[in-house]
């Protein structure tokens, strides 16, 4: 068997508001809704689904959804993400764009949704970026 991520759903306590942040960051175009959810995708694929079915913030102290990540393919991209961010008043974590780990080629931006969702945009290979890793021993997205 041959198994891919199809989509992953995310509860949001407010539909518009989450709808508006992850088009205006990924681009995303919506795929589908009817006010209590939004399908969110690129080129018809679907990749993001948001459900209006919750209230508060993200709990990061109970078993669940840790973080989601989304590739891109280089440095620019992460350049690109990290003003839209700040266009959108959202600070990343950490020090902006920053290794997995030390000596490690990858890594990326981490950040939450308005919701509190930790997020991470990373890249493959994060050639001409000088930062540290915020968490010398372990990997960088299993602490923020």
């Known amino acids: 068997m041959t198994v891919t991520v199809g989509h992953v759903g995310l509860n949001v306590t407010d539909l518009a508001r989450s709808t508006a942040f992850y088009q205006r960051l990924f681009g995303f175009e919506v795929l589908g809704g009817d006010g209590r959810y939004t399908f969110l995708g690129l080129d018809g694929t679907l990749m993001v689904t948001l459900w209006q079915q919750s209230s508060g913030a993200f709990p ?62 990373y890249t493959p290979a994060i050639d001409g970026v000088t930062a540290t890793a915020p968490t010398p021993d372990a990997p960088t997205c299993g602490f923020f």
């Open 60 to 121: 990061t102290d109970r078993p669940g959804l840790h973080h989601l990540a989304f590739q891109v393919p280089g440095v620019e991209d992460l350049r690109h993400a990290e003003s839209v961010l700040r266009e959108l008043g959202v600070d990343p974590l950490h020090d902006g764009i920053v290794p997995h780990g030390e000596g490690t080629a990858s890594g990326g931006l981490f950040f939450t949704d308005p919701d509190g969702i930790r997020l991470e945009i």
